[in-house]
């Protein structure tokens, strides 16, 4: 008889299989190529929306192959690789940071591959160091060495060179929200509130966004890296949001709204929709200017509106014309502030908010445990297959077994940005269970959520 161990190893690999086998499928039907690790060119699924069975084969298989790790590896072994794992951001930044960097050299090789020596000449990086650095790279998949000192790029290379994705600019502010980490001990029994110093402020004895806009330098990078994070990550939040039954005549009020690139694809959809953008003043004659270059006619006709007014105070918008009801929308702004902070901004909007309003709060959104199911990986795709991605919001199905909450590490990315806000803001990703605590202390209840394809959530709540 089997030992309850190796059971466990049989389904986790029963269960890859399935989910692989649903991926290849998936992609022959689109007549996309097999994934090649020395394939160059980008390959369609990692441009573009990937269908849902696509997006949900690779979490699946992401975090199968993590489970299986955790669970054939020595324990002790495992938590040192963790332990470890520091140096990773280090070897991608010296990968990325140089003039040529290392990758774009590699890269720019091509299938042929360049010896270390040469890209050592090339790039000006120490060679003793650049043999450590890109052995560390070819761990994670970012190179290959072929030969004692010889690599090629691979499919990976691409992600570091310049116009890759998000990394590149990222690496540039590591100096920033890196060393928070080494304080955690430090500051483990301090509340997580803006009346205390956060593990940023700790270390650097002022906080984060200060620190930002007096190193212009890294500003810039910031702003870069998190369009390039939208771009690369949150690409399902357009065709992913559905608000159709909203009616075909609201006032969308964005708060927070940077640009409003999100309110301008809507008015474009919903021909009967206006909408306000709340930001800080010196926020507005940017997104003015982004809607002038790009939507002139809805300022003319006067669809869109901008309001200059800080969250932190109640809102001054008068009561929404009847046949305009407001729908309040906030994107991307609350993972950046505690629960004290968010309470505040829910609470501020209450003024314009008959009961019955709708607010919308698109963010990153950890998974919760499911109850307890039966759906297994191969049920899963079975009924995801040859839907739509909205046909699929709409079955609501829970994260199948034996797969860990969220798909694990098949949704890593929300993890990291969850423990990165305790460390710069204080703040956390918050999950349904967490929001719908604090919208029922502020006069709101949650309605639900809808998964995107991507690292964020739509939550629906109104106002009670
Ligand atoms: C991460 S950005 C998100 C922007 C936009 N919602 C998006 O998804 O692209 C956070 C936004 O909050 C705005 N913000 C910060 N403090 C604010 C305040 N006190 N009142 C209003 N907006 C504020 C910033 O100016 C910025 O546009």
Known sequence: MD???????????????????????????QGFPPFRSDDLTPHPLDAGIPDPVSFYARRA???????????VQDPAERSLVDHFRFVIPGCLAAATETSPSIAETVLAAGSEGISLKEVSEKTGVDAIKLRSISRMLANGGYLKEVSVGHVVP?????????????VVEMNGIIPG???????????LHMPSDALHPTAFEEFFKTPFFSWLEN????????????????????????????LDDLGPAITLVDIGAGHGGLVMQFLKRHPGWKAILQDRAEVIP???????????????????????????????LPPAPEDYPYVFLIKAVLHNWPDDTVKLMLQNLVPAAP????????????????????????????????????????????VPMPLNVGFGAGAE????????????????????????ELLESTSWRLEGSTQLRGASSVLRAYRV
């Open 3 to 29: 030992s309850p161990s190796a059971m466990e190893l049989d389904t986790l690999l029963s269960s890859l299989i399935t989910a692989i086998s649903a991926l290849k499928t998936s992609m022959e039907t």
């Open 413 to 436: 990315y929300v993890s990291n940005i969850d423990v990165l806000m305790m460390l710069l803001l204080n703040s956390r990703a918050r999950t349904t269970e967490d929001f719908k």
């Open 286 to 316: 940017e997104a003015r200017q982004f809607w002038q270059d790009n939507m002139p006619e809805a300022l003319d006709t006067g669809r869109i509106s901008f309001l200059p007014h800080s969250f932190f105070e109640p809102t001054p």
């Open 355 to 398: 009961p019955g309003t709708k607010l919308l709060i698109v963010n990153f959104t950890p998974s919760i445990p499911d109850g307890a199911h039966s759906l297994t990986v191969e049920d899963f795709f079975k009924k995801i297959k040859g839907k739509s991605m909205r046909e699929v919001q709409k079955l609501s199905l829970p």
């Open 61 to 71: 298989i992401v975090g199968l192959c993590q489970q299986i790790t955790i669970l």
């Open 177 to 187: 929200y890196a060393p928070p980490a080494t304080i955690v001990p430090q500051v």
């Open 215 to 242: 190193n212009p330098l890294e500003l810039k990078r910031f702003h870069r890296g998190m369009t390039e994070i939208e771009n690369h990550l949150d690409k399902g939040i357009l065709v992913d949001v559905h």
């Open 154 to 166: 691979t499919r990976l290379t691409r992600s570091l060179a310049p116009g890759g994705g998000p």
